[in-house]
T-cell receptor, first 114, second 110 residues
Framework: GAGVSQTPSNKVTEKGKYVELRCDPI?????LYWYRQSLGQGPEFLIY????????DSGLPNDRFFAVRPEGSVSTLKIQRTERGDSAVYLC????????????FGSGTRLTVV | SQQGEEDPQALSIQEGENATMNCSYK?????LQWYRQNSGRGLVHLIL?????REKHSGRLRVTLDTSKKSSSLLITASRAADTASYFC??????????FGTGTRLKVLA
């Protein structure tokens, strides 16, 4: 597509539930990144993929968070047993290749855990 | 953890004035980028400067990089109300992922 698409744009879920956030990167971009942003803060790195593999998942806060990119394009961020502290905007970005910089960001998914 | 830190945290100027934002970072880098964010959603890439570059221009934007001081500045000349946004620097810390700073909230008054 023309840009990075993230769905849903907003998600409200109850504490303890499971959620999936989807990212559809720009066609041909091999590198895909997930960030999380809390109000008034900068984006916090979670994980990035080069192709199908997670090249660096050091930013995932704990084992409730998991992300996949099975075919090297669309990625899904999965959060189990959601907690109120998981509430944030989850941002996805892609770039032509890792290290290229010049990320194109999606509009994000605002996750609210109640 | 945050690699970069922007200064000031907030800046309010009149339309037509210049706006300068600074970014300091902690570890050696290959590249540094600046992004703009409106309304707390998607970020827009503004400019990338490499560690062997000292200055770069793009339209009304001028970015400088001083690797000896581990700092960068973003200058927006002749600001407009539409420049009102948050601005973030992002550094690669020698890896393939970029770490963002805390941001400067710029408000341009018409």
């Amino acid at each position: 597509g023309a840009g990075v698409s993230q769905t849903p744009s907003n998600k409200v879920t109850e504490k303890g539930k499971y959620v999936e956030l989807r990212c559809d990167p720009i066609s041909g971009h091999t590198a895909l990144y997930w960030y999380r942003q809390s109000l008034g803060q900068g984006p916090e790195f979670l994980i990035y993929f080069q192709g199908t593999g997670a090249a660096d998942d050091s930013g995932l806060p704990n084992d409730r968070f998991f992300a996949v990119r099975p075919e090297g394009s669309v990625s899904t961020l999965k959060i189990q047993r959601t907690e109120r502290g998981d509430s944030a905007v989850y941002l996805c970005a892609s770039s032509l290749m890792e290290g290229a910089g010049g990320y194109t960001f999606g509009s994000g998914t605002r996750l609210t855990v109640v | 953890s945050q690699q970069g830190e922007e200064d000031p945290q907030a800046l309010s100027i009149q339309e037509g004035e210049n706006a300068t934002m600074n970014c300091s970072y902690k570890t050696s880098i290959n590249n540094l980028q600046w992004y703009r964010q409106n309304s707390g959603r998607g970020l827009v890439h503004l400019i990338l400067i490499r560690s062997n570059e000292r200055e770069k221009h793009s339209g009304r934007l001028r970015v400088t990089l001083d690797t000896s001081k581990k700092s960068s500045s973003l200058l927006i000349t002749a600001s407009r109300a539409a420049d009102t946004a948050s601005y973030f620097c992002a550094t690669d810390a020698g890896t393939y992922k970029y770490i963002f700073g805390t941001g400067t909230r710029l408000k341009v008054l018409a």
